[in-house]
């Protein structure tokens, strides 16, 4: 490949830059290089360039593609020399030119909202008017009249903070920064929030100062309002926060500005206020809110200051979340009210910046001629023709007994006037009747949310290839992004642009739980959602909190109209009853199986410490599934068996292609006339879940209901064996007596499932005593063990123990959207948040190991995947947690070696004695998949701290053989294969 580099370097930078460019290729100009170069190469200059990086460092590599286009692979250094394409400015002024000359001006007795110099009454003013249509639009219900009227009071409320003079004067001194998605603030480098309150803060500040005042305005309202003002921006980072509430936050800013000036800014918001007042009285006369709800006065000011620092004296600012406790009418009750602060948080935000993007004087002409409402018709959907492929989908289905089943069920969904929840058996065709029940319901969008990646690949797969291959399909998650099929990646443009967006609960989560992704709750609400196999959210901590939420969020819309479908073989009729408040006898419907095969279930009872003489380390063939509860257990079957069976392997613990190429191969070779290409799957939980693929025999390791029924699910799942299935079901004797004593039932009480899981098995044991029965009677035994009283009370503490745990981790605010001040810069790569949903998630990185002979496994020289030349492409990435790795005593290992290893990393600079502060920046890197915490190393690394010795007995690799890749394991892990070996 051919490519140029130019350096904008200054000072000592320049001579460093040069030296290194100067090695690699030929200087065509002062400051422009061009080579020929591979893609080693190319990675080792970047490596070297970041080695030696300060701010006065700034080189870009543009790869040569054709005589005519060049493609910006990275920038090294200070980003601001160059654009987003990496060219570089040749001039620039900072005197008005022709373009300019309808610019604003500020005024000196004005206030502003930004730098675009929108007077701050107009920009209050629209923003809560935007707000309240957007509240309307969204639950289209007229008995949230008065949450829309708190939308409008805290769209102008929620900038009175700018009304400080530090804020106008920062605003009027000319050009600053664009905004970004947390809006605009004070960005001077002499200027620090660590010591000042940031303008939410000081907007919450002025509400509670005239709190007392409001009319009309019960205390849930005004929870919501403080809530909204405070949380339209993200909370910032601070170093040593001195601001623990709004009494702290006036007290800094008495210090700061004085009693005088505080009393100033007070008349200042009132005379705002009754300009506001005037202006929404000319644009519509039922528009009177502030004179009704926010009559304030200065008439006894002094009062009011004493009054406020003893009222909210120690009261901390307004929970993000807020959860007391596991009883179920007092959670139902902080759900509500917290699916109630998302949407109005969501309509607030979403107003602000598209008023934000207004030019001043677009946004006057707008509220002068009464045309704020045709900002509202530009964010509206356009309408699609998701209801013609919908339509050409069904007609590929012949007319059946089960089809007509499955439109007397989908006419039982359309009439439900709350959230419909599909009860399908296995194979009943929930995916068929999802559409059905859109296009019955006349759906222009649909969301398609699904627990996991691999449940996306699957519902993706069967849209796009069996059901509507025309239509604009999208699969949307961290890891994928493709729109029709795998070979056509999505354009960043058209993100989330499809007629069905197939994506994970964690995409739309972060409409709740971030400040950037805030305003796509509003899509999220106006579209037809399918939540598929939602029961698996029920023992994920934090989850099954937040997609009550999002639930709560959709009750909201008018009757008839919530425009939701709950689907699961496995309804956990005990949540949707006392969490979600769904009545089931009236708004869940079942679609029965019309499987006729019959079944059969054998326990078989298996010793921990005599692993391989378990089930899952048994030679198998003839169409089998082996499933486990782990991806560990998976992976030393296959290893143990790679050479005796014809099986394929499927778990979470791949790297990304490996994911995706893996799963098309299960995919294919056991889906309804699939190829056959293998006899065994062996697998984690991931494939019990909306895969469409079938075997004739299956061993699954014991679990809680929802997973054994899932996974009977693949067990002929097409009803096409005439001899009796059978399910073995492997199980430890400390899980039959609910135990924590081994691995095993350890794991299981892990996931809040161990004491559903020993009440399953003993209902089973006396209802089915090793009988025949066919699906649609195990689904009614299923029915059967919710009704019974008894039961219920049990698997209500195991679902207790995974809502307080959940309520806990949100007590911890690790769901707080907070914002780190920092420069933007263009980079699109995928990072991991500090408060990431999915647990403390590190990028990792590992060394190859062949695992053809696992007795004697070869080292290979050779990482798991490298780094990609181009600074906007993904890594072929893995992750791991932190915890893990921690448990394993790698995190030491690394913080002592790898500086010496990686002369670049930023670790390097901190003296082996400062061993904390190495953990500090290893952790924090470590989100970014340019700095990945490496799991093990290369033999050419390790020479560099000592050689093979150095190897750690805990390092995780990434196993292949020349079957596939075994993904993820520990080199311990795999030690336990060898009988002559004891295992700890």
Same mark, same amino acid.
């Given at each position: 490949?051919i490519?140029?580099f130019?350096s904008?370097?200054?000072?000592?930078?320049?001579?460093?830059?040069?030296?290194?460019l100067?090695a690699?290729?030929?200087?065509?100009?002062?400051n422009?290089?061009?080579?020929?170069?591979?893609?080693?190469g190319?990675?080792?200059?970047?490596?070297?360039?970041?080695?030696t990086?300060?701010?006065?460092?700034?080189?870009?590599?543009?790869?040569?593609?054709?005589?005519r286009r060049?493609?910006l692979?990275?920038?090294?250094?200070?980003?601001q020399?160059?654009n987003?394409?990496?060219?570089?400015?040749?001039?620039?002024?900072?005197?008005?030119?022709?373009?300019?000359?309808?610019?604003?001006?500020?005024?000196?007795?004005?206030f502003?909202?930004?730098?675009?110099?929108?007077?701050l009454?107009?920009h209050s003013?629209?923003?809560?008017y935007?707000?309240?249509?957007?509240?309307e639009q969204?639950?289209?219900?007229d008995?949230?009249?008065?949450?829309?009227?708190?939308?409008?009071?805290?769209?102008?409320l929620h900038?009175?903070?700018?009304?400080e003079?530090?804020?106008q004067?920062?605003?009027?001194?000319?050009?600053?920064?664009e905004?970004?998605?947390d809006?605009?603030h004070?960005?001077?480098?002499?200027f620090?929030?660590?010591?000042?309150p940031?303008?939410?803060?000081?907007?919450?500040f002025?509400?509670?100062?005239?709190?007392?005042?409001?009319?009309?305005?019960?205390n849930?309202?005004k929870?919501?309002?403080?809530?909204v003002i405070y949380?339209?921006?993200?909370?910032?980072?601070?170093?040593n926060?001195?601001?623990?509430?709004?009494?702290?936050?006036?007290?800094?800013?008495?210090?700061?500005?004085?009693?005088?000036?505080?009393?100033?800014l007070?008349?200042?918001?009132?005379?705002?206020?009754?300009?506001i007042h005037?202006?929404?009285q000319?644009?519509?006369e039922?528009?009177?809110?502030i004179?009704?709800?926010?009559?304030?006065s200065?008439?006894?000011?002094?009062?009011?200051?004493?009054?406020?620092?003893?009222?909210?004296?120690g009261?901390p600012?307004?929970?993000?979340k807020t959860?007391?406790?596991?009883?179920f009418?007092?959670?139902?009750?902080?759900?509500?009210?917290?699916?109630q602060?998302n949407?109005?948080?969501?309509?607030?935000?979403?107003?602000?910046?598209?008023?934000?993007?207004?030019?001043?004087? =677009?946004?006057? =002409?707008?509220i002068s001629?009464?045309?704020?409402?045709e900002?509202?018709?530009?964010m509206q959907?356009?309408?699609?023709?998701?209801s013609?492929?919908?339509?050409?989908?069904?007609?590929?289905f012949?007319?059946?007994?089960?089809?007509r089943?499955?439109?007397e069920?989908v006419?039982?969904?359309?009439?439900?006037?709350?959230?419909?929840?599909?009860a399908?058996?296995?194979?009943?065709?929930k995916t068929?009747?999802a559409?059905?029940w859109a296009?019955?319901?006349n759906?222009?969008k649909?969301?398609?949310?699904?627990?996991?990646?691999?449940?996306?690949?699957?519902?993706?797969?069967?849209?796009?290839?069996?059901?509507?291959?025309?239509?604009?399909?999208?699969?949307f998650?961290g890891?994928?992004?493709?729109?029709?099929?795998?070979?056509?990646?999505t354009?960043?443009?058209?993100?989330f642009?499809?007629?069905?967006?197939v994506?994970?609960?964690?995409?739309i989560?972060?409409?709740?739980?971030t400040?950037?992704?805030?305003?796509?709750?509003?899509?999220?609400m106006n579209?037809?959602?399918?939540f598929?196999?939602?029961?698996?959210?029920?023992?994920?901590?934090?989850f099954?909190?937040?997609?009550?939420?999002?639930?709560?969020?959709?009750?909201?819309r008018?009757?008839?109209?919530k425009?939701t479908?709950?689907?699961?073989?496995?309804?956990?009729?005990?949540?949707?009853?006392?969490?979600?408040?769904?009545?089931?006898?009236?708004?869940?419907v079942?679609?029965?199986?019309?499987?006729?095969?019959?079944y059969k279930i054998?326990?078989?009872?298996f010793?921990e410490?005599?692993?391989?003489n378990?089930?899952?380390?048994?030679?198998?063939?003839?169409?089998t599934?082996?499933i486990?509860?782990?991806?560990?257990?998976?992976?030393?079957?296959?290893?143990?068996?790679?050479?005796?069976?014809?099986?394929v392997l499927?778990?979470?613990?791949?790297?990304?292609?490996?994911?995706?190429?893996w799963?098309?191969?299960?995919?294919e070779s056991f889906?309804k006339?699939?190829?056959?290409?293998?006899?065994?799957?062996?697998?984690?939980?991931?494939?019990?879940?909306?895969l469409?693929?079938?075997?004739?025999?299956?061993?699954?390791?014991?679990?809680?209901p929802?997973?054994?029924?899932?996974?009977?699910?693949?067990?002929?799942?097409f009803g096409?064996n005439?001899?009796i299935n059978?399910?073995?079901?492997?199980?430890?004797?400390?899980?039959k007596r609910?135990?924590?004593?081994?691995?095993?039932?350890?794991f299981?009480?892990?996931?809040?499932?161990?004491?559903?899981?020993?009440?399953?098995?003993?209902?089973?044991?006396?209802?089915?005593?090793?009988?025949?029965f066919?699906?649609p009677?195990i689904?009614?035994?299923?029915?059967?063990?919710?009704?019974?009283?008894?039961?219920?009370?049990?698997i209500?503490?195991?679902?207790?123990?995974?809502?307080?745990?959940?309520?806990?981790?949100?007590?911890k605010?690790?769901?707080?959207?907070?914002r780190?001040?920092k420069?933007?810069t263009?980079?699109?790569?995928?990072?991991?948040?500090k408060?990431s949903l999915?647990?403390?998630?590190r990028?990792?990185?590992?060394?190859?190991?062949?695992?053809?002979?696992?007795?004697h496994p070869?080292?290979?020289?050779?990482?798991?995947?490298?780094?990609p030349?181009?600074d906007s492409?993904?890594?072929?990435?893995?992750?791991?947690?932190?915890?893990?790795?921690?448990?394993?005593?790698?995190f030491?290992?690394?913080?002592?070696k790898?500086?010496?290893?990686?002369?670049?990393h930023?670790?390097?600079?901190?003296?082996?004695?400062?061993?904390?502060?190495?953990?500090?920046?290893?952790?924090?890197?470590?989100r970014?998949? =340019?700095?990945?915490?490496?799991?093990?190393?290369i033999?050419?690394d390790?020479?560099k701290?000592?050689?093979?010795s150095?190897?750690h007995?805990e390092?995780?690799?990434?196993?292949?053989?020349?079957?596939?890749?075994?993904?993820?394991?520990?080199?311990?892990?795999i030690s336990?294969?060898?009988?002559?070996?004891?295992?700890?």
């Amino acid at each position: 490949m051919i490519v140029t580099f130019v350096s904008q370097c200054e000072k000592k930078a320049l001579p460093r830059t040069r030296r290194v460019l100067d090695a690699f290729a030929n200087r065509i100009g002062n400051n422009t290089w061009q080579t020929v170069i591979t893609e080693d190469g190319l990675i080792a200059v970047k490596k070297l360039l970041r080695k030696t990086v300060t701010k006065n460092t700034a080189v870009s590599c543009h790869w040569i593609r054709s005589r005519r286009r060049s493609e910006l692979l990275w920038i090294v250094g200070n980003r601001q020399k160059f654009n987003s394409e990496g060219i570089v400015p040749v001039n620039s002024t900072q005197k008005d030119v022709f373009m300019d000359i309808t610019t604003m001006k500020p005024k000196q007795n004005e206030f502003y909202a930004n730098t675009h110099l929108q007077p701050l009454a107009l920009h209050s003013f629209a923003v809560g008017y935007i707000a309240r249509k957007l509240l309307e639009q969204a639950v289209n219900d007229d008995d949230y009249g008065q949450l829309a009227n708190i939308a409008f009071l805290a769209g102008i409320l929620h900038d009175l903070g700018k009304l400080e003079l530090q804020f106008q004067g920062w605003v009027k001194k000319g050009k600053q920064k664009e905004p970004d998605d947390d809006g605009q603030h004070i960005d001077n480098s002499t200027f620090s929030f660590d010591k000042h309150p940031r303008h939410n803060e000081i907007s919450l500040f002025l509400f509670n100062l005239f709190e007392n005042q409001c009319k009309g305005i019960n205390n849930p309202l005004k929870t919501a309002l403080q809530h909204v003002i405070y949380w339209h921006h993200a909370k910032p980072w601070r170093q040593n926060d001195q601001f623990t509430g709004v009494v702290k936050a006036y007290d800094i800013l008495l210090k700061n500005i004085s009693r005088e000036k505080i009393e100033e800014l007070a008349q200042t918001t009132l005379q705002l206020l009754k300009r506001i007042h005037h202006i929404a009285q000319h644009y519509d006369e039922s528009l009177n809110q502030i004179e009704k709800n926010l009559p304030w006065s200065m008439e006894f000011f002094n009062t009011q200051i004493e009054d406020f620092c003893y009222q909210k004296n120690g009261t901390p600012f307004p929970e993000f979340k807020t959860y007391m406790s596991p009883d179920f009418e007092r959670l139902r009750l902080n759900i509500a009210t917290n699916a109630q602060h998302n949407i109005l948080r969501a309509c607030v935000i979403s107003a602000d910046r598209l008023i934000s993007s207004l030019s001043a004087n =677009d946004l006057s =002409d707008y509220i002068s001629q009464n045309r704020l409402d045709e900002l509202l018709e530009n964010m509206q959907e356009e309408s699609t023709d998701l209801s013609s492929h919908l339509a050409d989908a069904l007609t590929r289905f012949p007319d059946s007994e089960r089809t007509r089943k499955q439109g007397e069920v989908v006419r039982k969904l359309a009439e439900i006037d709350d959230i419909a929840v599909l009860a399908g058996a296995a194979g009943c065709g929930k995916t068929k009747i999802a559409l059905e029940w859109a296009k019955l319901n006349n759906a222009q969008k649909i969301i398609w949310v699904c627990p996991r990646v691999q449940v996306c690949q699957g519902i993706f797969e069967e849209l796009t290839t069996q059901y509507m291959p025309e239509a604009k399909i999208e699969i949307f998650t961290g890891e994928f992004k493709y729109t029709h099929s795998w070979e056509k990646p999505t354009p960043e443009k058209d993100y989330f642009s499809g007629d069905i967006i197939v994506t994970t609960i964690d995409q739309i989560l972060g409409s709740i739980v971030t400040h950037t992704k805030v305003n796509s709750l509003l899509p999220f609400m106006n579209a037809h959602v399918v939540f598929d196999e939602y029961h698996e959210y029920i023992g994920m901590e934090i989850f099954n909190l937040l997609f009550a939420e999002l639930v709560a969020n959709k009750k909201m819309r008018s009757k008839g109209n919530k425009n939701t479908l709950l689907v699961s073989a496995t309804p956990h009729y005990l949540y949707l009853e006392k969490v979600l408040d769904i009545d089931t006898t009236y708004d869940a419907v079942e679609m029965p199986s019309f499987n006729p095969s019959q079944y059969k279930i054998e326990f078989v009872e298996f010793d921990e410490s005599d692993k391989l003489n378990s089930p899952f380390y048994q030679a198998y063939a003839d169409n089998t599934f082996i499933i486990s509860n782990t991806a560990q257990t998976a992976q030393l079957g296959f290893i143990y068996r790679q050479k005796t069976e014809k099986s394929v392997l499927f778990h979470s613990k791949f790297k990304r292609s490996d994911k995706k190429y893996w799963f098309n191969e299960v995919y294919e070779s056991f889906r309804k006339n699939g190829t056959r290409k293998f006899d065994v799957l062996r697998s984690g939980p991931i494939v019990q879940a909306s895969l469409n693929i079938s075997c004739d025999h299956m061993v699954s390791e014991m679990s809680h209901p929802e997973n054994i029924l899932q996974r009977l699910g693949r067990l002929d799942r097409f009803g096409d064996n005439t001899d009796i299935n059978v399910l073995k079901i492997a199980i430890t004797d400390n899980i039959k007596r609910g135990k924590q004593t081994d691995s095993s039932a350890r794991f299981l009480a892990k996931l809040h499932g161990l004491r559903s899981t020993k009440v399953w098995y003993e209902y089973l044991s006396d209802k089915l005593d090793d009988r025949i029965f066919t699906l649609p009677e195990i689904y009614q035994l299923y029915k059967a063990f919710y009704d019974d009283e008894t039961i219920r009370s049990i698997i209500s503490q195991d679902l207790d123990d995974a809502l307080n745990s959940s309520i806990q981790l949100i007590n911890k605010k690790v769901t707080e959207p907070t914002r780190v001040i920092k420069i933007k810069t263009a980079e699109r790569k995928t990072k991991i948040s500090k408060n990431s949903l999915r647990g403390d998630n590190r990028f990792v990185q590992l060394a190859q190991l062949d695992v053809n002979d696992f007795n004697h496994p070869v080292f290979i020289n050779e990482y798991a995947y490298q780094p990609p030349l181009n600074d906007s492409n993904e890594a072929d990435n893995l992750t791991e947690s932190l915890s893990f790795i921690q448990n394993l005593g790698l995190f030491d290992f690394i913080a002592q070696k790898h500086g010496n290893i990686d002369t670049i990393h930023p670790v390097k600079g901190i003296p082996e004695k400062k061993m904390s502060a190495r953990k500090t920046v290893l952790e924090n890197y470590s989100r970014d998949p =340019d700095y990945p915490l490496y799991l093990s190393y290369i033999e050419d690394d390790l020479n560099k701290v000592g050689g093979s010795s150095a190897r750690h007995s805990e390092a995780v690799y990434y196993a292949i053989c020349d079957k596939q890749p075994v993904g993820a394991i520990g080199l311990k892990t795999i030690s336990t294969l060898n009988p002559n070996q004891t295992e700890e």
